[in-house]
């Protein structure tokens, strides 16, 4: 069980809960913590009374970057939000990449390794993104407006702070950019999309491990934590097409005490 704060994530022991309900409680005497989200989206937790457990996050890194900037933006943040926007474009056509490699039986590690050689470099992820789509689809995908462009450079390479509609302006650009092509790959692609998914689970969860060997053997649960975000591959493909960016930022306005820091 959790709630979502300032991309912060409240967790609550699952032993405890279960004990608190089996109590007459219904879990309002359970302690939580609060953890910030990481990039491998797992954790290994213990509660103040022992109880061990991994929690981890159901998400591509595109789309809770994409909801921190959202978050950042409610919060005044235009700078950051920017920040968070553009990264998480940039995860997308990392994530589009790899779906459409994975659907073609590309091998995984040769992908992994030719993806190593433009990863450093946005414009080349960018071009390896638009000639990947146009080999897939014939055509070349709907791209950023060169305003966009433009704005994200001054904001980027010359310190320049937006104003809160800019901001908003770049984030509903990009979400625009981001549906549609994300509504194809889940038409054609949900078993890919799910099997990547399952894929980086299990690479962090071997991270994990790795990194604390003397739990392998030991039995734990593991919770797996499903946010409520703007762009999210767990929301129903119709609910998602008729989704509405400016109706879902609104409703984080609506709700601003809970993320306020």
Request: hydrophobic share 40%.
């Amino acid at each position: 069980s959790f709630t979502l704060n300032i991309m912060k994530i409240m967790m609550f022991c699952p032993d405890c809960l279960e004990n608190s309900i089996e109590g007459g409680f219904n879990g309002l005497d359970v302690k939580g913590c609060q953890l910030a989200i990481e990039n491998e989206f797992t954790y290994l937790l213990t509660c103040d009374k022992g109880h061990q457990y991994i929690a981890q996050l159901q998400a591509f890194p595109f789309e809770v970057l994409f909801e921190s900037g959202l978050i950042a933006h409610v919060n005044g943040f235009y700078l950051e939000s920017v920040l968070s926007f553009k990264a998480a474009l940039e995860r997308f056509y990392e994530f589009y990449i790899n779906i459409i490699c994975r659907a073609r039986n590309i091998d995984a590690d040769k992908l992994d390794n030719a993806y190593k050689q433009i990863s450093n470099n946005s414009e080349r992820e960018y071009g390896a993104f638009v000639f990947m789509y146009f080999q897939a689809n014939n055509d070349i995908p709907e791209l950023l407006p060169n305003k966009s462009v433009e704005f994200r450079n001054k904001v980027v390479h010359k310190g320049y702070f937006p104003k809160k509609e800019e901001a908003l302006r770049f984030a509903r650009n990009i979400y625009k950019m981001i549906k549609p092509i994300y509504i194809e790959l889940r038409e054609k692609y949900d078993a890919e999309i799910l099997s990547f998914l399952n894929v980086k689970r299990q690479e962090y969860y071997n991270s994990l491990i790795k990194a604390n060997p003397k739990i392998k053997d030991t039995p734990i649960s593991i919770q797996s934590l499903c946010l409520p975000l703007c762009i999210h591959h767990a929301t129903g493909l119709d609910e998602f097409k008729e989704h509405s960016f400016d109706e879902y930022y609104q409703n984080l306005l609506s709700r601003s005490s809970e993320y306020r820091m």
